[in-house]
């Protein structure tokens, strides 16, 4: 996926479940542009992952063994906790 086609992460950043939304959705709207190209690419990488291990991560009940993809959800739920709540 190319980094700036934000249609098209905007679409891969709707996942399954409401709680991958929530973190996810809220991240890309406000941080993407914020991010370089290297993180775009690895923010991008991240959401090839499956639903399952992104809740987890996500949810702190595990890490990805990937350093860069364990920078990115720290990366995420630390602008999404300096943010606050988000509604959906």
Not at 2 to 11: Q, S, T, Y
Not at 50 to 68: I, T, V
Request: proline letters at 5%.
């Amino acid at each position: 996926m190319n980094i700036n086609n934000k249609a098209r992460i905007h679409w891969a950043c709707r996942r399954g479940m409401r709680e991958l939304d929530i973190s996810i959705m809220p991240f890309f709207e406000h941080e993407y542009d914020t991010l370089s190209d290297e993180e775009k690419n690895v923010f991008i990488r991240l959401l090839e992952c499956d639903d399952p291990d992104l809740f987890n991560w996500l949810m702190n009940h595990g890490s990805p063994q990937d350093k860069e993809l364990q920078k990115m959800v720290s990366l995420i739920q630390t602008r999404n906790k300096a943010r606050g709540p988000v509604a959906m």
